[in-house]
């Protein structure tokens, strides 16, 4: 069974960083491009960023370009997302997604059948 659980979302102040985790398990992780989306309230799930299989290639929605940075560690199941200089408009949900077979690099929320439980980040001004 596929699980993927985020963690390190919280409160922080604008300019503030923070540094998010997706703990992956139930498939071959380093065969997978992942992504991160978000929600934010009253929105649409939205794209953020998204790594290939072994962290080659990576793409960020304009939002957050030079401000965000995904990685991944294959050798510990893990996909994580740094963020710095953090707005108040970045709040939203936070959620680690796997693509599903024959995907090598998207950014479309319909490449991405797997889905983590999401983490609350809040940033205030």
């Known amino acids: 069974q596929v699980q993927l659980v985020e963690s390190g979302g919280g409160l922080v102040q604008a300019g503030d960083s923070l540094r998010l985790s997706c703990a992956a398990s139930g498939f071959t992780f380093s065969t997978y491009t992942m992504g991160w989306f978000r929600q934010a309230p009253g929105k649409e799930r939205a794209f953020v960023a998204a790594?290939?299989?072994?962290?080659?290639?990576?793409d960020y929605a304009d939002s957050v370009k030079g401000r965000f940075t995904i990685s991944r560690d294959n050798a510990r199941n893990t996909l994580y997302l740094e963020m710095y200089s953090l707005k108040a408009d970045d709040t939203a949900v936070y959620y680690c997604?796997?693509?599903?077979?024959?995907?090598?690099?998207?950014?479309?929320?319909?490449?991405?059948?797997?889905w983590g439980q999401g983490t609350q980040v809040t940033v205030s001004s």
């Open positions: 790594i290939s299989w072994r962290g080659g290639r990576t």
């Open positions: 997604a796997r693509t599903r077979l024959g995907v090598v690099f998207s950014p479309n929320a319909g490449d991405y059948p797997y």
